[in-house]
């Protein structure tokens, strides 16, 4: 049980064009999911938290105008990032948190390259 | 502010070593503290979790020790294998509501 998934896997997308990648809960339901930025070699930083059903709260220096986050049932978070640049190149993990344990599940991650 | 530390950066042992990793928190008041492992390009695979209330979790060749008040937990592989090579995280969250904040890893080597 506990299994989060992410999709896509992976994506390339041209420079200006925005791709949205999901994050979902298959066998439980969760209040709060977060999404997680990790660059090559360095360890995952914490970008936004959603809850279902309300506005995202976004960690200093995330721009939420750029990375969209929409957690609009207790199973599904998107993460949206507009106008894509290459810097937004990145491996980007969610996580959800249960509503029984609490711990925090991870999916398997979405490499981003923006060519 | 939490933030989390780990020692050494990378480690390269020869196989059937023993090895210890290191984690270090500034701010005691933790719920949990949680040993991943990550290969490279993937997601994470978590190991052990600690709850605040214990001082130690064990998993087939993993130990994960917690000291609360020392701000410490360390994670020791016995008989290390070459398919134990990957990136190992620490991360502590500070409430069943909050945030997991991930130390920078450590990046295993076993060289068969």
């Known amino acids: 049980g506990a299994v989060v998934s992410q999709h896509p896997s992976w994506v390339i997308c041209k420079s200006g064009t925005s791709v949205k990648i999901e994050c979902r809960s298959l066998?439980?339901?969760?209040?709060?999911m977060f999404w997680y930025r990790q660059f090559p070699k360095q360890s995952l930083m914490l970008m936004a938290t959603s809850n279902e059903g309300s506005k995202a709260t976004y960690e200093q220096g995330v721009e939420k105008d750029k990375f969209l986050i929409n957690h609009a049932s207790l199973t599904l978070s998107t993460l949206t990032v507009t106008s894509a640049h290459p810097e937004d190149s990145s491996f980007y993990i969610c996580?959800?948190?249960?509503?029984?344990?609490?711990?925090?599940?991870f999916g398997p991650g979405t490499r981003l390259t923006v060519t | 502010k939490q933030e989390v530390t780990q020692i050494p950066a990378a480690l390269s042992v020869p196989e059937g070593e023993n090895l210890v990793l290191n984690c270090s928190f500034t701010d005691s008041a933790i719920y949990n503290l949680q040993w991943f492992r990550q290969d490279p390009g993937k997601g994470l695979t978590s190991l052990l979790l600690?709850?605040?209330?214990?001082r130690e979790q064990t998993s087939g060749r993993l130990n994960a020790s917690l000291d609360k008040s020392s701000g410490r937990s360390t994670l020791y592989i016995a008989a290390s294998q070459p398919g134990d090579s990957a990136t190992y995280l620490c991360?502590?969250?500070?409430?069943?509501?909050?945030?997991?904040?991930f130390g920078p890893g450590t990046s295993l080597s076993v060289i068969p």
């Open positions: 991360a502590v969250i500070r409430t069943s509501y909050d945030k997991v904040i």
């Open positions: 066998d439980f339901q969760a209040t709060t």
């Open positions: 996580s959800a948190r249960g509503t029984i344990s609490y711990e925090q599940y």
């Open positions: 600690i709850q605040s209330s214990q």
